[in-house]
């Protein structure tokens, strides 16, 4: 069964503080690997992962595929309040035009002044 | 460019009721996925569609159906609402040449 293991679920952090958010996947032809923040309301796209070893980077947040051992990480440094979401996970299956994710629970990530 | 739109935003429905949810995708997508996302849960793939046809499915029975149009707008069906169908329902469309999946803000239903 396909799967999509994120942890920890629950993180409490102080600003200023960096985190890495963990996201480890089994899945059948595995295609990419995508990050989102979700606050409210709906998920907003953060990174998206093809290839190992790359780094991608979008001002303190920056992510990592490792293909190889089956895991992505999502870090964030010099928190701010404004980070407080939770983070999910997803895989994208390689399966011609369908656009089937399978998610992870998300890590619940809050940072206190 | 307005994105991905949902509507209603919240919806109370009683136990047997009927519900139609829909989704306009972001212009120039042509694929719509729907998902089910319960509190404190990732979101759940209940369909996709493209090509105004269902592509693939997820687990969920047949009291939920879909239907896409020909300008790629979508719409979500249940049936015989169910108290565990509370759930905040989200819409994501996608163009069909790339992996990323935007997210409209969802509809909360609350079924009593």
């Known amino acids: 069964e396909d799967k999509v293991v994120q942890s920890p679920l629950s993180l409490v952090v102080h600003e200023g503080d960096t985190v890495t958010l963990n996201c480890s996947y089994e899945v059948t032809n595995f295609r990419s690997l995508l990050w989102y923040k979700q606050e409210k309301k709906a998920p907003t796209f953060l990174f998206m992962l093809?290839?190992s070893g790359i780094e991608k980077k979008s001002g303190r947040l920056s992510s990592i595929l490792d293909k190889k051992e089956l895991f992505s990480i999502l870090n964030i440094t010099a928190t701010q309040t404004g980070d407080s979401a939770v983070y999910l996970c997803a895989a994208r299956l390689n399966a011609g035009n369908n656009r089937k994710l399978i998610w992870g629970l998300g890590t619940s990530l809050a940072v206190n002044p | 460019d307005a994105g991905v739109t949902q509507s209603p935003t919240h919806l109370i429905k009683t136990r047997g009721q009927q519900v139609t949810l829909r989704c306009s995708p972001k212009?120039?997508?042509?694929?719509v996925s729907w998902y089910q996302q319960a509190l404190g849960q990732g979101p759940q793939f209940i369909f996709q569609y493209y090509e105004e046809e269902e592509r693939q499915r997820g687990n969920f029975p047949d009291r939920f159906s879909g239907h896409q149009f020909p300008n790629y707008s979508s719409e979500l069906n249940v049936n015989a609402l169910l108290l565990g169908d509370s759930a905040l329902y989200l819409c994501a469309s996608s163009p069909l040449a790339t992996d990323t999946q935007y997210f409209g803000p969802g509809t909360r239903l609350t079924v009593l």
């Open positions: 212009s120039g997508h042509d694929t």
């Open positions: 093809t290839s």
